[in-house]
């Protein structure tokens, strides 16, 4: 007889996609070693605030990304996550969440630009809630299964332009925006609390500096860290 029974299972589980298989804990160089291998370089880098490091080797970051790249997912470098996007390097990951937190725990974190999600998920482990803006439809929509998938019930992914984002009501301790700008867009320090900070890459096209945004009271102050290279932010939603 050619072809399958009706009553016969189209695959068991030792046939199905590895894929089906991805944990959290990985194996290999996805493992939970490979990823404390990669704290202990941000340390070297200079990443010194010791609740973004945990929350840096909790999240695994290999699930963020296509199967085909897991094993370089703990690598120093930006990764391709389609639509032309990028998932951020681990560096400016720690550095933004560092300069954002200023060591203080957090209460509500607004981010700009979710991609798959991985900076979320570090952000929603040093907050309460995360709100997460992501234009491209596609990506909001998978960055909501892999944050689902982890666990992450604290972060909120939104499909909107997050450049537009207002608020009367709601106030951030923190912004933390992931594409580049050619300058702060004007409406987003003023979704900050009072003492809240923005962290925002700002720049040419092909090289922007991180920079730091600080509230205090009415006035805003602009302070200019290092040099960074985002993929750009755009207008409108997709
Ligand atoms: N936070 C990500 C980095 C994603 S790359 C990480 O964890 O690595 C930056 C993302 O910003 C892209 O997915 C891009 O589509 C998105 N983006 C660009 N302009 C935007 C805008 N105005 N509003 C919301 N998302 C935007």
């Known amino acids: 007889m050619i072809g399958k029974k009706a009553d016969e299972p189209l695959a068991t589980a030792k046939q199905l996609p590895s894929g089906a298989a991805r944990t959290a804990q990985g194996s290999g160089m996805t493992s939970e070693r490979t990823r404390l291998r990669m704290v202990v370089r941000l340390r070297e880098q200079g990443i010194a605030d010791e609740v973004v490091l945990a929350a840096m080797s909790a999240v695994p970051r290999h699930l963020f990304v296509d199967e085909a790249l897991a094993t370089r997912s703990y690598e120093d470098t930006a990764l391709p996550i389609g639509f032309g996007q990028t998932i951020s390097q681990p560096w400016v990951v720690a550095r933004s969440a560092e300069l954002a937190r200023a060591g203080r725990a957090l209460s509500l974190v607004l981010e700009i630009g979710a991609g798959c999600g991985y900076q979320a998920a570090?952000?929603?482990?040093?907050?309460?809630?995360?709100?997460?803006?992501?234009?491209?439809g596609a990506l909001a929509a998978k960055a909501r299964q892999t944050l689902s998938a982890i666990g992450a019930n604290n972060v909120k992914v939104r499909n909107?332009?997050?450049?537009?984002?207002?608020?009367?009501?709601?106030?951030?301790?923190?912004?933390?925006?992931?594409?580049?700008?050619?300058?702060?867009?004007?409406?987003?320090?003023?979704?900050?609390?009072?003492?809240?900070?923005?962290?925002?890459?700002?720049?040419?096209?092909?090289?922007?500096r991180l920079t730091l945004v600080t509230r205090s009271g009415d006035s805003f102050s602009q302070q200019a860290f290092e040099d960074v290279v985002f993929v750009p932010l755009k207008s409108g939603q997709e």
């Open 160 to 208: 909107a332009d997050g450049q537009e984002a207002t608020s009367n009501v709601v106030q951030f301790d923190a912004i933390v925006v992931a594409a580049g700008a050619p300058s702060v867009p004007p409406n987003l320090p003023l979704l900050l609390a009072e003492g809240g900070r923005l962290v925002i890459p700002v720049g040419a096209p092909d090289r922007q």
């Open 122 to 136: 570090i952000l929603g482990r040093l907050a309460k809630e995360v709100y997460t803006i992501e234009r491209i």
